[in-house]
Nanobody
Framework: QVQLVESGGGLVQAGGSLRLSCAASGSIFRFNTMGWYRQAPGEQRELVATISTGGNTNYADSVKGRFTVSRDNANENTVYLQMNSLKPEDTAVYYC?????????WGRGTQVTVSS
């Protein structure tokens, strides 16, 4: 059974940094695209950043220039999100996502809280 497990969330002051990690277990295939989504209370889940196996990246406008998504060179089913210059509006549960041609997998999420 494939599982995505996130780590690295926590509480940080505005202007600070966090690095999220997501590792896939139980997978015998390579995800085409991996990425991060977030959901704030009362809001819909939204895209934060994605990265393809070819290294193409896509970012939400709200995080461009502050967040960087990357994949582990040794294990492409591991994805990271470096978050700098965090703002209170970045507070949300952050979810890892990986997809093949046919299936989308989600992690359970990790809480990121940015205090002002």
């Amino acid at each position: 059974q494939v599982q995505l497990v996130e780590s690295g969330g926590g509480l940080v002051q505005a202007g600070g940094s966090l690095r999220l990690s997501c590792a896939a277990s139980g997978s015998i295939f390579r995800f085409n695209t991996m990425g991060w989504y977030r959901q704030a209370p009362g809001e819909q889940r939204e895209l934060v950043a994605t990265i393809s196996t070819g290294g193409n990246t896509n970012y939400a406008d709200s995080v461009k220039g502050r967040f960087t998504v990357s994949r582990d060179n040794a294990n492409e089913n591991t994805v990271y999100l470096q978050m700098n210059s965090l703002k209170p509006e970045d507070t949300a549960v952050y979810y890892c996502r990986g997809n093949t041609i046919r299936v989308i997998y989600w992690g359970r999420g990790t809480q990121v809280t940015v205090s002002s």
